[in-house]
């Protein structure tokens, strides 16, 4: 009796996790305003409704280190959004460029450069309008240049732990130390960018190698809050230095992002409206999820035997990991990675090679990753498409050469 409810309560965890997994997939459930947070959040609730883990087990599941961290990066990039840094780095990079090619460059490493330290898509977002308008006021084909805010952003984001939601998750779960993390990947991302800008340039020969030259471009005056830019600009440095300082990344991230809160300038209303709610929502009902299907099913047995898969090879632990991120988006695929990558002989290793490809893996297509979709929604939003093959072409080659980089070198 007690056997058949046990194989009954792991059905009811794998029709669940399924299920959630393949709408994560798609996107939404067809028919339903279900998106992937909705999603999530059902099959949380079905997983204690369902009584395959208790309510106690579910609060218990959730990384509230990974949140408190989102959650802070998210509240210190709104800051420094609101006070016009983002603008005035921009314009001071980007508009003294007076070839194609410096101009390419100087994006690739900027947007590059910022995602390494801050969320990836609020990069993506705040740059795209800024380089559109530079670009169409240049008349130059704007989509190279797109291209390589989306990939810069992506592979930019690899080198550290708050580059991107996927690698706040690996921090919180393998404990890597900060400055162990950027070690290890900086090489990776730092050559990452000079691929992004090498491919982006051959294959749009015509628009970069030309002996042309940009007429100097009077740059609109920017709006600013300079107190604002100041305090964000030094939270995030301190952050910064005390993350390598080896402080606990969840605490520090907090600690800024409430620190920034306190202030006459800016209403609280304005910060909350830039944090992702949804997204937080997400990685709270995953964890359950997960957690749900791991007591369940996974049990240690099941778990050695699917590590002997070969998982302890790098190339075939980064192409399973590429292909799950590709399948079911790079965060739930970390999720679901998450037992078998701690049963391998070199966790850290392994965790680091599940974050560069996980992260590398979003260049491949234009719905690879949350960055490439903003890029294209904020561009189709003033008339410029960016389709599905013209980001391929240049991405389905970055990703291969940046992840076969990624393997060797870690």
């Not at 999603?39 to 959730?62: E, F, K, T, W």
Request: proline share 4%; glycine share 8%; net charge positive.
């Amino acid at each position: 009796m007690g056997a058949l409810r046990a194989n009954a309560t792991a059905s009811i965890a794998v029709v669940i996790f399924a299920g959630t997994y393949l709408v994560i997939a798609i996107g939404k459930l067809p028919g339903y305003h279900l998106d992937r947070a909705g999603a999530a959040l059902l099959g949380a609730s079905l997983m204690v409704g369902s009584g395959v883990m208790s309510l106690d087990q579910a609060y218990r599941a959730i990384d509230f280190d990974t949140i408190a961290l989102l959650l802070g990066m998210m509240i210190v990039v709104a800051n420094l959004r609101l006070s016009g840094f983002f603008r005035l780095v921009n314009n001071w990079a980007v508009t003294r460029a007076r070839h194609p090619l410096v101009l390419l460059t100087s994006i690739v490493l900027l947007a590059g450069a910022l995602s390494a330290f801050l969320v990836n898509d609020t990069i993506c977002l705040v740059m795209t309008p800024l380089v559109l308008d530079l670009v169409t006021r240049l008349k130059r084909d704007p989509i190279p240049y797109l291209l390589a805010i989306a990939m810069a952003s992506n592979v930019g984001s690899t080198a550290t732990i708050t580059g991107n939601p996927q690698n706040m998750i690996i921090g919180g779960l393998s404990h890597i130390p900060y400055g162990t993390f950027a070690a290890a990947l900086w090489p990776v991302a730092a050559v990452g960018l000079v691929l992004t800008a090498l491919l982006i340039a051959l294959v749009y020969r015509r628009e970069f190698f030309t002996r042309e030259r940009f007429s100097p471009v009077v740059a609109d005056p920017v709006r600013y809050h300079g107190p604002l830019v100041l305090k964000s600009s030094l939270v995030t440095l301190a952050m910064v230095i005390l993350f390598f300082a080896g402080q606990p990344v969840a605490k520090v991230a907090i600690v800024g992002g409430a620190l920034l809160l306190f202030t006459r300038r800016v209403r609280p209303e304005k910060v909350y409206s830039e944090i992702d709610w949804t997204l937080l929502l997400m990685f709270v009902g995953l964890f359950i999820v997960v957690a749900g299907l791991e007591a369940t099913v996974l049990t240690p047995e099941m778990v050695a035997r699917i590590g002997e898969l070969h998982l302890n090879s790098g190339s075939v632990l980064s192409l399973v990991t590429a292909g799950l991120s590709n399948l079911v988006s790079n965060v739930p695929a970390v999720l679901v990675l998450k037992p078998f990558v701690a049963n391998l002989q070199d966790p850290t290793r392994a965790w680091l090679l599940v974050a560069m490809a996980s992260t590398l893996a979003g260049n491949l297509t234009l719905v690879g990753s949350v960055a490439n979709l903003i890029v294209a929604q904020r561009a189709r939003r003033i008339g410029i498409t960016l389709g599905f093959w013209a980001y391929f072409r240049v991405g389905a080659p970055l990703t291969m050469l940046t992840i076969l980089f990624g393997t060797w070198w870690l």
